[in-house]
């Protein structure tokens, strides 16, 4: 990624994605991670007496220097047609005598998976402090509407009310079992290898294992127990997968707000510049949910990059080139991608605009209809069978019953009457009053998610 405007080419280059993620994946800093595990590779090799300890601090002053260009090593790769041939010469041109012990025993993907797992590693931290972020702005919409009564709706129907609080509570639980689940599978993910041809250490002689042990214990990695000669392909099909999880989850919180953002609803509203952002080209009253509609988009895109690493996993004998090409575009996409969506629905949720007014109105609008399980469950309790209560109450709420409320309606009819005051009939049918078990609920998912923002 990079470029003069008038060069760029991918959209994720000037439209999408943010300048941390950007830095992380640069080929300048990508060819630095390189050089750090060719560097950990000489130092380890000198500890263990198999170079010289003088050539493996040239090699660590060379790469960690200025010596070692990409101009140079892109004009090698043009003339070798290898990007980790021509990374290894030129980091040897760089140290001197001290080169001709430049990446000793090892092969290529000993290098690139190993810098990889550190790539990745910093890419999980990163995430995971954005998954973080939209937890905890999740949590305080939670606990500010804990019992502020909405309409709760299945199948795009009237449902029965539950409080806008509990529906964050649940999203903010949500998000926190992904980031479970990234924790989870960490350990499997920063993972390199520093064994050689096909992953058995031969080119190390007696000291293979010791030379990988301190090779990426210098790196901060973990190794691969099973390398055939790249770390297994699986670790990585895990975390893309982990990501399109992650990514579903995303556009369902978008798809939620941008339904109740609709004009016949109105109950919720994103973020909203009145004094410069624009909503249509044609229609000034335009407020668009446009945030809600990218991470929508975008998270789709997240998803359809889980399949090629799954694919990825199916290599020719202990390995082939078939991973190489498409993990160089899947994995810096999908992890800018996922990092500007958890940012921009971040920014949506802590913005959020929450009219408790609107949806008391539309509560209001079912004309007590939403209402019909309390009364059902207080008539089962006062001696009608609960089959016969649903009945009667089905016919009380049919279409075509004129505009009554169900409170006048239930009033009226002596198969309730008989077993409810009027006064019960009213409090079995206010939404403040049947929202208290979500408040409750509400409360409990807020003090176990709480405690663990911190960790």
Known sequence: MGG??????????????????????????????????EAALAAAEAELGMIPVEAA?????????????????????????????ALTRALAEAAGPAGRWVHFGATSADITDSALAMELDESRRILRDD???LIRALVDQATRHRATPELGRTHGQWAVPLSFGYKMAV?????????????????????????GAVGTGAGFGARAVEVEERTLARLGL?????????????????????????????????????????TEIGEVAEPFDERRQVGSSTMAQKRNPMLSENVTSLTRLIRALALPPLENMVQWHERDLSNSANERIVLPHGILLLDDTLDKMTRVVVGLHVDAGRMASN???????????????????????????????RNLTREGEGPAQLAERAA?????????????????????????AAALKCDRLVARIRPRLEA
Request: neutral net charge; aromatic residues 4%.
């Open 222 to 262: 973990r190794a691969d127990e099973g390398p055939t000669q790249i770390v297994g392909r699986d670790r990585i099909a895990e975390f893309t997968n982990w990501m399109a999880l992650t990514a579903a989850s995303l556009e369902r919180v978008a798809t939620e707000i941008r339904n109740l953002q609709r």
């Open 412 to 436: 009226q009819d002596p198969r309730v009457t008989r077993l409810l005051s009027p006064a019960e009939i009213a409090d079995q049918l206010d939404p403040a009053r049947y929202v208290e």
């Open 57 to 85: 601090q040239a090699i660590g002053r060379a790469a960690e220097g200025p010596a070692v260009t990409l101009e140079r090593v892109d004009h090698l790769e043009a003339e070798l047609k290898h990007d980790v041939m």
């Open 363 to 393: 509560i209001a609008g079912s004309r007590g209809a939403a209402m019909t399980e309390s009364l059902m469950l207080a008539l089962t309790t006062r001696g009608l069978p609960r089959s016969e209560a649903h009945e009667l109450l």
């Open 4 to 37: 003069s405007p008038e060069s760029l080419f991918c959209p994720l280059e000037s439209r999408y994605g943010r300048a941390r993620i950007r830095a992380l994946f640069d080929r300048e800093a990508r060819l630095r991670r390189s050089l750090r595990v």
């Open 131 to 133: 998954l973080t972020a």
């Open 171 to 195: 999203t903010a639980a949500e998000f926190l079992r992904h980031r479970d689940r990234l924790d989870e599978l960490t350990p499997r993910l920063v993972v390199g290898k520093i064994s």
